[in-house]
């Protein structure tokens, strides 16, 4: 997936691991706070949940900057402000 995006992929993809792995020690820490495994069940959930949301916008966001699903990620249902004619141009 990193090959064919663009060149901040590769930044976002150590981003991600770095989340991945700052998950990973609180994790660790939440386990030997009180050795309950599934405090530290609860934490890579959160952590793994947070990064496949994410992953799963980037993807959509992806495809629909290369045109692939209808519109534009510009064209976000006229919220945008028109720039292309003069701010009293009553066209």
Same mark, same amino acid.
């Given at each position: 997936m990193l090959s064919e995006a663009g060149p901040g992929a590769r930044g976002i993809g150590l981003i991600m691991l770095a989340v991945l792995a700052w998950g990973g020690l609180l994790a660790l820490g939440a386990y030997r706070y009180n050795l309950d495994p599934r405090k530290a069940v609860?934490?890579?959930?959160c952590v793994g949940t947070f990064l496949g949301l994410w992953g799963l916008l980037l993807a959509r966001w992806s495809r629909r900057s290369r045109g692939g699903a209808g519109r534009s990620p510009d %064209?976000?249902?006229g919220a945008l402000e028109d *720039? %292309? *004619?003069p701010r009293g141009d009553p066209r």
């Open positions: 609860i934490v890579l959930g %064209s976000a249902g *720039r %292309s *004619r």
